[in-house]
């Protein structure tokens, strides 16, 4: 599925699982892994070393690719490196762009807000902006990495960038023949309407329902019979994490939505929340404009 994949890379504590996890993703699409180190422009970095003005983070940034080669040297994947300047995020997503990139591996914190280069908002921007998947892996001492996957979790809520995504998602499960689990939750803070909570509950499990069904039917189209349905009540967040604890899943696919034009908000904030914590990589897919 896969020719050119990128990965944001800044040697962070915990990203060493993190380039094992893409190495092996890389290796089984047969893909060219491409390591990058953005040196943040947003802070002064520059230095003078030996008579000489230079980038303090360009210095650093080489060192870590450096780090980083040796790594997949030793794992036989194909790759290349790049240090470059810029705001991290614009710069990862142009980077993409410019040169044609399948999918992004995004180390991440994945704490209320992420650490280091990838700071404060950088990997929240990245999903958000970004035209290509975006699979983000957590630097977490509880992060779960386990590949090929073997169950892949895709949400629904019915919308068309839900769906999109499940499509995407499918075509993973597919070439991994993995099992599906297929979940929609019925968000009951969404239901606290007093007398009309009876009429709208019941509307919200056939809205599930019907989420769910057309995901099967496209599935079974595909000739993809390992499909398992959930269809939880709660807020959707607790849905997800609970049926990736009760199933053991190993990767969440999953929509965002966009919105005029370039930018991007994460469908109903689950998607940012998904990849905040939970505890498997979650890969983000951005509905065409």
């Known amino acids: 599925m896969y020719e050119d994949i ?29 390591v990058l180190f953005v040196a943040d422009t947003t802070r002064d970095s520059v230095t003078v070393v030996d008579g000489q003005v ?47 990139h399948d999918l ?25 902006l970004a035209s290509l998947p975006v699979l983000t892996v957590r630097m977490q001492p509880d992060e779960q990495l386990t590949f090929p996957y073997e169950t892949i ?3 629904t809520d019915g919308s068309a960038a ?16 993995a099992t599906v689990h297929v979940l929609s939750v019925v968000d009951e803070t969404l239901l606290e309407l007093g007398l009309g909570s009876i009429v709208s509950g019941l509307d919200s499990e056939q809205a599930a329902t019907d989420a769910i069904n ?43 939505t966009g919105q005029r034009g370039t930018e991007r908000i994460l469908l109903g904030s689950v998607a940012e929340k998904t990849v905040r914590s939970a505890p498997v990589p979650v890969m983000t897919v951005a509905h065409p404009d």
């Open 54 to 100: 230079v980038d303090a983070l360009v210095r650093k940034g080489d060192e870590i690719v450096d780090e980083a080669a040796k790594t997949l040297d030793s794992l036989g994947v194909p790759y290349d490196t790049d240090v470059v300047q810029g705001n991290p995020a614009q710069t990862i997503v142009e980077y993409a762009d410019r040169y044609e």
């Open 153 to 155: 979790l895709l949400p």
């Open 104 to 128: 992004i591996v995004l180390p991440t914190h994945g704490r209320d807000g992420i650490s280091r280069y990838l700071a404060g908002s950088v990997s929240e921007k990245v999903v958000r």
């Open 6 to 34: 990128l990965l944001p890379f800044d040697g962070s504590d915990g990203a060493a699982e993190a380039i094992h996890h893409a190495a092996e993703v890389a290796h089984w699409a047969d893909a060219t892994l491409h």
């Open 214 to 256: 057309d995901i099967v039917s496209e599935a079974e189209a595909r000739g993809i019979s390992n499909v398992v349905t959930h269809i939880e009540r709660g807020t959707p967040i607790d849905g997800i994490l609970d049926t990736i604890e009760s199933t053991a899943i190993h990767a969440v696919v999953m929509g965002t």
């Open 162 to 177: 839900a769906a999109h995504a499940a499509n995407y998602g499918l075509s993973i499960a597919e070439s991994l023949d």
